[in-house]
Protein backbone atom coordinates (compact mmCIF):
# COMPACT_ATOMS: atom_id res chain seq x y z
CA UNK A 1 0.00 0.00 0.00
CA UNK A 2 1.11 3.19 -0.92
CA UNK A 3 1.27 5.85 1.61
CA UNK A 4 -0.33 8.90 1.32
CA UNK A 5 1.44 12.29 3.30
CA UNK A 6 -0.03 15.83 3.48
CA UNK A 7 3.00 18.20 4.34
CA UNK A 8 1.64 21.65 5.14
CA UNK A 9 5.09 23.51 6.02
CA UNK A 10 7.71 25.59 5.02
CA UNK A 11 10.58 25.89 2.12
CA UNK A 12 13.91 27.67 2.76
CA UNK A 13 16.80 28.47 0.28
CA UNK A 14 19.57 27.02 2.72
CA UNK A 15 22.72 28.85 3.06
CA UNK A 16 25.14 26.52 4.18
CA UNK A 17 28.64 27.55 5.11
CA UNK A 18 31.00 24.50 6.34
CA UNK A 19 33.87 25.34 8.63
CA UNK A 20 36.29 23.41 11.01
CA UNK A 21 34.62 25.13 14.28
CA UNK A 22 31.53 27.59 14.54
CA UNK A 23 32.32 31.20 15.29
CA UNK A 24 31.83 32.98 19.19
CA UNK A 25 30.31 36.23 19.58
CA UNK A 26 32.25 39.02 17.51
CA UNK A 27 34.59 36.40 15.82
CA UNK A 28 35.18 35.84 12.33
CA UNK A 29 36.29 32.50 11.16
CA UNK A 30 36.84 31.00 7.57
CA UNK A 31 34.64 28.41 5.60
CA UNK A 32 35.38 25.96 4.02
CA UNK A 33 33.07 25.76 1.26
CA UNK A 34 29.49 27.53 0.81
CA UNK A 35 26.77 25.90 -0.95
CA UNK A 36 22.82 26.73 -1.49
CA UNK A 37 20.32 24.47 -1.83
CA UNK A 38 16.71 23.52 -0.89
CA UNK A 39 15.94 23.50 2.24
CA UNK A 40 12.95 24.13 5.20
CA UNK A 41 11.55 21.96 7.87
CA UNK A 42 8.55 21.30 5.86
CA UNK A 43 9.90 20.95 1.93
CA UNK A 44 12.64 18.62 3.73
CA UNK A 45 9.95 16.19 5.38
CA UNK A 46 7.87 16.34 1.48
CA UNK A 47 11.29 15.20 -0.04
CA UNK A 48 12.42 12.80 2.45
CA UNK A 49 8.82 11.18 2.29
CA UNK A 50 8.78 11.05 -1.76
CA UNK A 51 12.08 9.14 -1.52
CA UNK A 52 10.71 6.84 1.21
CA UNK A 53 7.76 5.98 -1.37
CA UNK A 54 4.81 7.54 -0.18
CA UNK A 55 2.70 10.22 -2.50
CA UNK A 56 2.93 13.68 -1.24
CA UNK A 57 1.73 16.93 -1.49
CA UNK A 58 2.65 19.72 -0.01
CA UNK A 59 0.62 22.98 1.07
CA UNK A 60 2.81 26.12 1.49
CA UNK A 61 4.06 29.21 0.26
CA UNK A 62 6.80 30.79 -1.32
CA UNK A 63 7.62 33.95 -3.51
CA UNK A 64 7.98 35.03 -7.20
CA UNK A 65 11.79 35.32 -7.03
CA UNK A 66 14.24 32.75 -7.98
CA UNK A 67 14.42 30.51 -4.84
CA UNK A 68 10.59 30.36 -5.37
CA UNK A 69 11.60 28.70 -8.73
CA UNK A 70 13.87 26.56 -7.14
CA UNK A 71 10.92 25.17 -4.66
CA UNK A 72 8.73 24.43 -7.55
CA UNK A 73 11.64 22.96 -9.26
CA UNK A 74 12.69 20.51 -6.54
CA UNK A 75 9.02 19.48 -5.67
CA UNK A 76 8.26 18.63 -8.72
CA UNK A 77 11.76 16.34 -9.56
CA UNK A 78 10.52 14.37 -6.52
CA UNK A 79 7.36 13.80 -7.87
CA UNK A 80 5.50 16.00 -5.69
CA UNK A 81 1.83 17.57 -5.74
CA UNK A 82 2.34 21.32 -5.96
CA UNK A 83 -1.43 22.11 -6.39
CA UNK A 84 -1.53 23.78 -3.37
CA UNK A 85 1.76 26.11 -3.58
CA UNK A 86 0.70 29.50 -3.49
CA UNK A 87 3.48 31.82 -5.35
CA UNK A 88 3.07 35.28 -3.08
CA UNK A 89 3.80 38.09 -4.65
CA UNK A 90 4.23 40.14 -1.07
CA UNK A 91 6.73 38.14 0.41
CA UNK A 92 10.08 36.61 -0.57
CA UNK A 93 10.64 33.03 -0.27
CA UNK A 94 12.29 31.57 3.03
CA UNK A 95 16.05 31.84 3.62
CA UNK A 96 18.00 29.72 6.18
CA UNK A 97 22.08 30.58 6.61
CA UNK A 98 23.62 27.71 7.94
CA UNK A 99 26.90 26.86 9.58
CA UNK A 100 28.14 23.58 9.78
CA UNK A 101 31.09 22.71 12.06
CA UNK A 102 33.61 19.71 11.32
CA UNK A 103 31.92 17.60 13.58
CA UNK A 104 28.71 17.85 11.47
CA UNK A 105 26.92 20.03 14.09
CA UNK A 106 25.39 23.24 12.87
CA UNK A 107 23.53 26.63 13.92
CA UNK A 108 20.43 27.94 11.53
CA UNK A 109 19.16 31.17 11.33
CA UNK A 110 15.54 31.34 9.43
CA UNK A 111 14.43 34.21 7.74
CA UNK A 112 10.87 32.44 7.01
CA UNK A 113 9.60 35.50 4.55
CA UNK A 114 6.68 33.99 2.62
CA UNK A 115 6.65 30.68 4.99
CA UNK A 116 4.84 33.14 7.91
CA UNK A 117 2.02 34.41 5.19
CA UNK A 118 0.40 30.78 4.67
CA UNK A 119 -2.85 30.78 5.98
CA UNK A 120 -6.03 29.10 7.31
CA UNK A 121 -7.46 29.67 3.91
CA UNK A 122 -4.57 27.93 2.13
CA UNK A 123 -4.80 25.32 4.34
CA UNK A 124 -8.86 25.18 3.38
CA UNK A 125 -7.97 25.08 0.05
CA UNK A 126 -6.00 21.71 0.77
CA UNK A 127 -8.91 19.94 2.46
CA UNK A 128 -9.92 17.62 0.44
CA UNK A 129 -6.69 16.49 -0.54
CA UNK A 130 -5.71 16.57 3.44
CA UNK A 131 -8.72 14.33 3.79
CA UNK A 132 -7.61 11.88 1.59
CA UNK A 133 -4.37 11.48 3.55
CA UNK A 134 -3.22 8.68 5.81
CA UNK A 135 -0.43 11.45 7.81
CA UNK A 136 -0.30 14.74 8.00
CA UNK A 137 2.66 16.52 9.45
CA UNK A 138 3.51 19.99 10.48
CA UNK A 139 6.45 21.87 11.82
CA UNK A 140 6.71 25.40 13.39
CA UNK A 141 8.05 27.79 10.60
CA UNK A 142 4.74 28.91 9.66
CA UNK A 143 1.96 31.29 11.66
CA UNK A 144 1.40 28.89 14.78
CA UNK A 145 -2.51 29.80 14.13
CA UNK A 146 -2.26 27.82 10.55
CA UNK A 147 -0.26 25.03 12.28
CA UNK A 148 -3.57 24.49 14.19
CA UNK A 149 -6.09 24.73 11.54
CA UNK A 150 -3.90 21.82 9.27
CA UNK A 151 -4.20 19.90 12.54
CA UNK A 152 -7.93 20.58 13.37
CA UNK A 153 -8.73 20.37 9.58
CA UNK A 154 -6.71 16.49 9.60
CA UNK A 155 -8.89 16.03 12.90
CA UNK A 156 -11.94 16.35 10.94
CA UNK A 157 -11.39 13.86 8.56
CA UNK A 158 -9.49 10.85 11.13
CA UNK A 159 -6.30 11.64 9.52
CA UNK A 160 -3.20 10.35 11.90
CA UNK A 161 -1.37 13.86 12.84
CA UNK A 162 2.15 14.46 13.71
CA UNK A 163 3.25 17.57 15.27
CA UNK A 164 6.92 18.33 14.85
CA UNK A 165 7.32 21.27 17.53
CA UNK A 166 10.53 22.45 15.36
CA UNK A 167 12.29 25.21 15.70
CA UNK A 168 11.78 25.22 19.42
CA UNK A 169 8.48 26.68 20.86
CA UNK A 170 5.53 27.20 23.35
CA UNK A 171 2.36 25.76 21.84
CA UNK A 172 -1.34 26.03 24.02
CA UNK A 173 -2.28 22.68 25.18
CA UNK A 174 -5.41 23.11 22.68
CA UNK A 175 -3.01 22.55 19.49
CA UNK A 176 -1.06 19.53 21.16
CA UNK A 177 -4.12 17.99 21.89
CA UNK A 178 -4.69 17.68 18.27
CA UNK A 179 -1.50 15.72 17.31
CA UNK A 180 -1.50 12.10 17.61
CA UNK A 181 2.62 12.08 17.71
CA UNK A 182 4.54 14.62 18.70
CA UNK A 183 8.17 14.19 18.07
CA UNK A 184 10.51 17.16 19.96
CA UNK A 185 14.37 16.25 20.11
CA UNK A 186 15.37 17.05 23.79
CA UNK A 187 15.94 21.37 23.45
CA UNK A 188 12.24 21.49 21.91
CA UNK A 189 10.49 19.16 24.73
CA UNK A 190 12.27 21.40 27.61
CA UNK A 191 10.58 24.46 25.69
CA UNK A 192 7.63 22.91 25.56
CA UNK A 193 7.19 21.76 28.55
CA UNK A 194 9.14 24.05 31.96
CA UNK A 195 9.52 20.69 34.39
CA UNK A 196 10.69 17.34 31.91
CA UNK A 197 10.59 14.36 34.40
CA UNK A 198 12.76 11.72 33.65
CA UNK A 199 9.81 9.59 33.08
CA UNK A 200 8.43 10.90 29.77
CA UNK A 201 4.43 8.83 30.27
CA UNK A 202 4.20 11.57 33.13
CA UNK A 203 3.99 14.02 30.37
CA UNK A 204 1.38 12.16 28.51
CA UNK A 205 -2.22 13.22 29.31
CA UNK A 206 -5.18 10.44 28.61
CA UNK A 207 -6.36 10.93 24.71
CA UNK A 208 -3.16 12.83 24.24
CA UNK A 209 -0.03 12.71 21.69
CA UNK A 210 2.01 10.02 21.53
CA UNK A 211 5.89 11.34 22.32
CA UNK A 212 8.75 10.51 20.25
CA UNK A 213 11.43 12.39 21.46
CA UNK A 214 14.57 12.19 18.68
CA UNK A 215 17.88 12.15 21.38
CA UNK A 216 20.68 11.81 18.46
CA UNK A 217 23.05 9.22 18.63
CA UNK A 218 21.22 7.43 20.85
CA UNK A 219 18.42 7.07 18.37
CA UNK A 220 14.44 7.76 20.32
CA UNK A 221 12.58 7.37 23.06
CA UNK A 222 8.77 7.26 23.02
CA UNK A 223 5.98 7.40 25.87
CA UNK A 224 2.35 6.63 25.92
CA UNK A 225 0.13 7.72 29.60
CA UNK A 226 0.82 3.99 29.84
CA UNK A 227 4.12 2.84 28.54
CA UNK A 228 7.54 4.08 26.92
CA UNK A 229 10.47 2.78 25.61
CA UNK A 230 14.08 3.06 23.63
CA UNK A 231 14.88 2.83 20.06
CA UNK A 232 18.62 2.80 19.37
CA UNK A 233 19.82 4.12 16.03
CA UNK A 234 22.40 2.94 13.34
CA UNK A 235 26.07 3.88 13.95
CA UNK A 236 26.77 6.21 10.41
CA UNK A 237 29.89 8.19 9.95
CA UNK A 238 28.00 11.94 10.64
CA UNK A 239 29.46 14.33 7.68
CA UNK A 240 26.10 17.12 8.05
CA UNK A 241 23.26 16.97 11.25
CA UNK A 242 21.28 19.48 9.66
CA UNK A 243 17.97 17.94 8.34
CA UNK A 244 18.42 14.96 10.80
CA UNK A 245 15.21 15.78 12.49
CA UNK A 246 12.92 16.03 9.27
CA UNK A 247 14.65 12.87 8.32
CA UNK A 248 13.26 11.42 11.14
CA UNK A 249 9.96 12.75 11.11
CA UNK A 250 9.38 11.61 7.17
CA UNK A 251 10.40 7.93 8.20
CA UNK A 252 8.17 8.10 11.30
CA UNK A 253 5.02 9.51 9.18
CA UNK A 254 5.85 6.78 6.43
CA UNK A 255 6.20 4.00 8.68
CA UNK A 256 2.99 4.96 10.50
CA UNK A 257 1.05 5.19 6.91
CA UNK A 258 1.73 2.17 5.73
CA UNK A 259 0.54 0.26 9.07
CA UNK A 260 3.76 -0.30 10.92
CA UNK A 261 3.69 -0.39 15.24
CA UNK A 262 5.08 2.45 16.52
CA UNK A 263 8.78 0.86 17.58
CA UNK A 264 9.07 -0.48 14.29
CA UNK A 265 8.18 3.34 12.84
CA UNK A 266 10.95 4.42 15.31
CA UNK A 267 13.23 2.28 13.71
CA UNK A 268 12.83 2.90 10.35
CA UNK A 269 12.56 6.75 11.35
CA UNK A 270 15.79 6.38 12.96
CA UNK A 271 17.13 4.80 10.08
CA UNK A 272 16.00 7.33 7.53
CA UNK A 273 17.71 10.03 9.66
CA UNK A 274 21.19 7.81 10.05
CA UNK A 275 21.30 8.34 6.20
CA UNK A 276 20.15 11.53 6.24
CA UNK A 277 23.52 12.72 8.37
CA UNK A 278 26.25 10.60 6.28
CA UNK A 279 25.68 13.62 3.31
CA UNK A 280 26.16 17.15 2.94
CA UNK A 281 23.21 19.41 2.87
CA UNK A 282 18.93 18.67 3.72
CA UNK A 283 16.77 18.06 1.21
CA UNK A 284 19.95 16.63 -0.85
CA UNK A 285 20.95 14.59 1.76
CA UNK A 286 16.97 12.65 2.18
CA UNK A 287 18.05 8.97 1.37
CA UNK A 288 16.10 6.64 -1.31
CA UNK A 289 14.10 3.66 0.50
CA UNK A 290 16.47 1.10 -0.71
CA UNK A 291 18.98 2.62 1.53
CA UNK A 292 16.98 2.94 4.52
CA UNK A 293 16.16 -0.44 4.15
CA UNK A 294 19.89 -1.75 3.16
CA UNK A 295 21.43 -0.09 6.28
CA UNK A 296 18.28 -1.47 8.80
CA UNK A 297 19.19 -4.84 7.06
CA UNK A 298 23.30 -4.74 7.88
CA UNK A 299 23.18 -3.44 11.34
O1 LIG B 1 15.78 21.10 9.73
C1 LIG B 1 16.70 21.68 8.85
C2 LIG B 1 16.10 22.89 8.21
O2 LIG B 1 15.90 23.88 9.19
C3 LIG B 1 16.96 23.55 7.16
O3 LIG B 1 16.72 23.03 5.88
C4 LIG B 1 16.62 25.01 7.30
O4 LIG B 1 15.99 25.56 6.19
C5 LIG B 1 15.76 25.12 8.55
O5 LIG B 1 14.46 25.23 8.22
Given at each position: MTARIVVVGSFNMDLTTYMERLPRPGETVHGRKFVTGPGGKGSNQAVAAARLGATVTFVGRVGTDSFGDTAIQTWQSEG??????????????????IWVDDEGENSIVVALGANLALSKGDVEAAREEIAQAD???VQ????????????????D???TTILNPAPAAHLPESTLALADFLTPNETELQTLYDDVPDDLRQLVQAGGPTLVMTAGSRGAVWATESDSGEVPTYKVDVVDTTG??????AGLAVALAEGKPLAEAIAFA???????V???GTAPSMPQRREVEALMQQT
Open positions: INTAYVVRDPENATGVAPVLILEIDLDTVAHALLVAKHDVAGDAFNNATAAMCTRP
